[in-house]
């Protein structure tokens, strides 16, 4: 079946470092979904990238879907105390099937 | 006006009891679901229901029965609950996800503690 892998797990950074967190699909995808958890919070979805190569920005958050649409990114510039949580990506398949990857929690020291 | 709204947020129970959640969306949507979140945050799909009925179900214990009584409304009915049901469980809802972006929107959590 579909996998979607996620790393790192976890990444700690100092206030107004940057930092990314990336996704593998072991399948192509037909598109790819960015959602934030905050702690305690439940998913909220960020944004949907479709094309293959495809590059959005929002502010700091700038995502980004590879040209084999197998794998992407999600890099936040100069992190905020605000940008703390966990940062799964979602990839569906051709068949429609949405898979979660495990997520990346973002830890932020002020 | 809460958009995926479930209830109880908290619920705290013994080994072998039976227990439901509720779930509704105002969105008007055609698909919802329920997600478990365990300790690790790990996501995973258990059910997914279309227009009340079930197109999706992942290897989850048959002691876990959704029930879709409309197309606004799914309810989790979970049997002789053990330890390792303890979790987060998610309710989320989309539009049918071949139109427009199918992202989801998901409900507050219901945390469920077995003891």
């Known amino acids: 079946g579909q996998q979607v892998m996620q790393i790192p797990q976890y990444q700690h950074v100092q206030e107004g470092e940057d930092f990314t967190t990336y996704c593998n699909s072991s399948?192509?995808?037909?598109?790819i979904q960015w959602y934030k958890q905050r702690p305690g919070g439940h998913p909220v979805f960020l944004i949907q990238?479709?094309?293959?190569?495809e590059v959005k920005k929002q502010k700091r958050l700038t995502f980004q879907f590879g040209e084999a649409k197998k794998n992407s990114s999600l890099h936040i510039t100069a992190t905020q105390t605000t940008d703390v949580g966990t940062y799964f990506c979602a990839g569906r398949s051709p068949g429609n099937m949405l898979t979660f990857g495990g997520g990346t929690r973002l830890m932020v020291k002020p | 006006d809460t958009a995926v709204s479930q209830t109880p947020k908290y619920l705290v129970t013994q080994m072998g009891n039976d227990k439901s959640i509720k779930c509704e969306q105002n969105?008007?949507?055609?698909?919802m679901y329920w997600y478990k979140q365990d300790s690790k945050k790990f996501l995973k799909i258990m059910f997914s229901y279309n227009n009340k009925e079930l197109i999706i179900n992942e290897t989850v214990p048959n002691r876990f029965s959704p029930k879709s009584p409309d197309k606004a409304h799914l309810n989790l009915h979970i049997n002789s609950l053990e330890l390792g049901d303890s979790a987060v469980y998610f309710c989320?809802?989309?539009?049918?996800?071949?139109?427009?972006?199918?992202?989801?929107?998901f409900g507050e959590g219901s945390r469920l503690t077995v003891l």
């Open positions: 989320a809802s989309s539009q049918n996800p071949g139109l427009v972006t199918g992202e989801l929107f």
């Open positions: 969105l008007g949507h055609d698909t």
């Open positions: 990238l479709v094309k293959s190569g």
């Open positions: 399948t192509t995808l037909s598109n």
